[in-house]
């Protein structure tokens, strides 16, 4: 077996010092090499087949060519349109992304703050609806802050209330307009799955489906209100308890489009048609709706164009100010949820 090329082997072929072929081939946060002298080492690592060392790339530039990026559920939908949107860009950037999911428990979040810091990322990107933890939140606001003071930057895909630039969803402006579509469909009785009670994206959610609906004159009765997990499973769960006390609800909003997909199933295993019996909505249009019957009424938010502006503001030169970056969301309206002669409710 051929011995391994070292950096000393090239400098040695290039009649350089080591210090000038690691700064010609890994590059260097504070100094650069002639031009005539980086053509020597790099034609002698040619000749002697030299591999860099990433590491040691790393270490020189003070930054690899990675972005971090830091989800709720890699499995989701939400977020997986959102990391082909963050890779396509990092793509064009000459850069590679490493994906981390938090599994729902947002409080690993720092700890993967860490390691990416510890990894040198050049960005980090955190997508994901805040809590109104506000202890957790100042815990990632200093881990971010630190990562930052290192040269690192960063970016997320929520509530703005982490200190950096943030791509923001209006989320209450969606929903609200939404509820009045749904009014002007006839519908008069509605229920919503609500999430958790402390994740401020399904409280945006629900306050703005509200609002929209007092706009028309119809009160939410707060029992109709299901607290639930923001997931699929989540979704089922609160469709069944629903279904176990349910009055005179005609439709039912579900705050994302897993949890309403996950209530579809609870209904139909009931024997509940939908929509023939109950209506159904949600909020996102994830792409696995395309496979849903009956197709199911929801709000798009453009989550590849979410995670491009992502990447794009992460990646720019840094801000006095957190930027941000208004994401309009836009009803979008199928059999889920047919006109209904409101004269019959």
Avoid: K, W
């Avoid at 090499?33 to 530039?61: G, H």
């Avoid at 209330?161 to 009045?180: M, Q, W």
């Avoid at 509605?190 to 929209?212: K, M, Q, S």
């Avoid at 801000?319 to 009803?331: G, I, K, N, Y």
């Amino acid at each position: 077996m051929a011995a391994t090329v070292t950096l000393s082997d090239v400098a040695r072929e290039a009649g350089v010092s080591l210090a000038t072929a690691s700064r010609a081939i890994n590059g260097s946060a504070n100094r650069t090499v002639r031009e005539d002298l980086r053509e020597r080492v790099l034609a002698a690592a040619s000749r002697l087949r030299y591999s860099p060392d990433a590491n040691a790339q790393a270490m020189a530039r003070g930054r690899t060519t990675s972005l971090g990026l830091v989800v709720h559920d890699i499995a989701d939908p939400y977020f997986s349109s959102i990391a082909a949107g963050v890779s396509a860009a990092a793509d064009r950037a000459g850069l590679a992304v490493t994906l981390a999911s938090t599994r729902h428990d947002q409080s690993r979040e720092r700890g993967l703050i860490e390691v990416l810091q510890r990894q040198r990322a050049r960005a980090i990107i955190i997508a994901g609806g805040r809590t109104d933890d506000e202890a957790l939140n100042a815990e990632l606001r200093r881990a971010l802050a630190d990562y930052r003071a290192g040269g690192g930057s960063a970016a997320l895909v929520g509530q703005p209330v982490l200190g950096v630039d943030t791509v923001v969803i209006d989320n209450a402006a969606g929903a609200a307009a939404l509820a009045r579509a749904l009014h002007g469909l006839g519908y008069r009785r509605f229920a919503v799955l609500a999430g958790p009670a402390g994740h401020l994206t399904a409280r945006e959610r629900l306050d703005g489906f509200t609002e929209g609906l007092s706009e028309q004159g119809v009160t939410l009765d707060p029992a109709d209100v299901i607290r639930c997990a923001f997931t699929r499973d989540g979704g089922y769960e609160g469709m069944e308890e629903l279904l176990r006390r349910r009055g005179a609800v005609e439709l039912v909003f579900a705050v994302n489009d897993v949890m309403a997909v996950g209530a579809m199933a609870a209904a139909r295993d009931a024997g509940v048609d939908v929509p023939g019996e109950l209506a159904v909505a949600g909020f996102d249009d994830i792409v696995t709706l395309r496979d849903v019957t009956p197709p199911l009424t929801t709000v798009r938010v453009p989550l590849v164009e979410v995670g491009v502006a992502a990447t794009e503001l992460a990646l720019a030169p840094p801000a006095d100010e957190p930027r941000l970056v208004h994401v309009e969301a836009t009803v979008v309206l199928r059999a889920s949820t047919p006109p209904r002669d409101p004269a019959a409710s």
